[in-house]
Each structure stands twice: as structure tokens, then as C-alpha cells.
């Protein structure tokens, strides 16, 4: 039945290619490093990997930066908005290199992210160990959760 349809007959069909590499791109769309940094930051630029955890009274964001250093950034906080900015600098290269292949990313970058619920900027305790930034956002008590039971009658 499939030897009638018009693309199946021919083996170098292009039409048939195509149909593959969309089947591909649907596989392959939801996977974390799918679209490369330059589609989501522009060329030359790159943003750290992210992680944000909400608990009754925090939220935790921790962030991927190797290779940078502590003084290199630049962290502020606005409601609910969080800004992570800073430079990776690119190492100084000896004149008697070759390279076949350059993939960690160098330069600026600022990721800006929407928050879950408001924090207070001034109760925000910072850490960065082995590459790891990591964020603890105090909760402002009108963002907290608070339950509300319903009565009948």
C-alpha cells in the first residue's frame, strides 16, 4: 500500500528526508540543550543554566557559572524580578596554538528571570562554590502562602 503513495516510490526523494529531520526536530524539541545559546542570548553572548526551587518561606535559585569569578557579578533584585549579569573572560591564548575546536562560551551575559512570588531584597544570602551560584530569596509575608478555609452555611 505505501509503494503508491508518490514519495514512497522514490528513494532519493527529498520530500521523505524532510519528513524525517521535522519527526527530528518534534524528538528532539523539549531536550535541555536543543536550541544553542546564540538563538536564546544572541551571538557572542551566553547565560548560565538555571535551577529555582520555591519552599513556604524561600526561593532558591541556583546558577551554573564556572570559570568566572565572584567579583565578576552582578546580582540585583527588583519585586519580583531577578537579575544575574556578569563576564567570562577569555583566556589569553599562547601564539604556538592551534585550536580544532572552541565550545565554552566566553563574554557578557544577563539572564533576567521572573521570580514565583515577591522577595525581600534585603534579607538575600549569596554563595558560590565550585562554579555554583546559589541564591536564597527570603519571602515577603504578603507573597507567602497562606491557606484559607472555607466554611458552609
Not at 596554538?97 to 539572564?111: A, C, D, H, K, Q
Request: net charge positive; hydrophobic share 25%; proline share 5%.
Amino acid at each position: 500500500m505505501l509503494d503508491k503513495l508518490p514519495w514512497k516510490r522514490n528513494k532519493n526523494n527529498h520530500a521523505e528526508e524532510l519528513h524525517r529531520e521535522i519527526d527530528n526536530i518534534y524528538d528532539r524539541f523539549f531536550e535541555p540543550d536543543f536550541m544553542p545559546s546564540s538563538y536564546i542570548f544572541g551571538n557572542g553572548k551566553w547565560g548560565p543554566k538555571l535551577d529555582i526551587s520555591e519552599g513556604r518561606k524561600n526561593i532558591i535559585v541556583k546558577a551554573e557559572i564556572p570559570g568566572i569569578e565572584a567579583k565578576d557579578l552582578d546580582i540585583t533584585i527588583d519585586g519580583r524580578r531577578l537579575n544575574i549579569r556578569g563576564e567570562k573572560k577569555q583566556e589569553q591564548t599562547e601564539e604556538e596554538e592551534t585550536y580544532y575546536r572552541i565550545e565554552r562560551s566566553y563574554g557578557y551575559f544577563n539572564r533576567t528571570i521572573e521570580l514565583p512570588a515577591e522577595a525581600d531584597p534585603e534579607k538575600v544570602d549569596t554563595s558560590y562554590k565550585k562554579g555554583i551560584l546559589k541564591i536564597k530569596l527570603r519571602k515577603t509575608k504578603s507573597s507567602e502562602t497562606k491557606r484559607i478555609k472555607v466554611t458552609s452555611g
